[in-house]
């Protein structure tokens, strides 16, 4: 990834974490398919010239090139999905604040160890107005309401 103009090298995905990416996915495939948004998994996401990070999943608004002429910007995101495991200070705190700071309007982080989705909406330049901490029930993303995330099917429990 690309944060603050520096390389940073991410751990290798591991099977608790490429799982849950892959589950996420299959969750949102209706969204897909209906057209209501477009998917990018593990891809690119460009901020500015020296942020490019590349979260787990983006919900995106369907574009007819699928943003094969030009990755995705902040604009463009109508949900984005971090899955942490070892990785959840590091997405709870530089990279969520990038996210902020750039007006992604909203970000799940997924807590693989402590079995919580953070939720966090109303972007700003000093962090996230509005935060909440998921353990059960269903999420709704604010820009696609016809999408239900059971929260404990997303966990595994």
């Known amino acids: 990834e690309l944060i603050e103009g520096e390389i940073v090298d991410m751990a ?3 099977s608790a ?3 849950t990416t892959d589950h996420l996915t299959t969750l949102v495939a209706r969204a897909i398919a209906d ?3 477009q998917a990018r998994v593990q891809g690119s996401l ?18 007819p090139d699928f943003y094969r002429t030009a990755h995705p ?9 971090e899955v942490a495991d ?26 693989l160890r402590g ?15 509005e935060q909440q901490s998921v353990v059960t029930g269903e999420l709704t993303p604010m820009l696609v309401p016809a999408l239900r ?9």
């Not at 079995?115 to 107005?129: E, I, L, N, S």
């Open 17 to 19: 974490h490429g799982g």
């Open 86 to 111: 070892s990785s959840l200070a590091y997405d709870c705190g530089p990279k969520l604040a990038l996210y902020a700071r750039h007006g992604v309007p909203e970000v799940w982080i997924v807590d």
């Open 46 to 63: 460009r901020l500015d010239a020296f942020n490019e990070p590349q979260p787990d999943l983006m919900l995106l608004r369907p574009r």
């Open 35 to 37: 057209g209501e948004v």
């Open 12 to 14: 290798p995905i591991g």
């Open 149 to 157: 995330i059971d929260v404990a099917a997303l966990l595994g429990v």
């Open 115 to 129: 079995r919580t989705v953070a939720v966090c909406r109303q972007p700003d330049p000093g962090g996230y107005a």
């Open 73 to 81: 910007t902040a604009a463009d995101v109508l949900l984005l999905v």
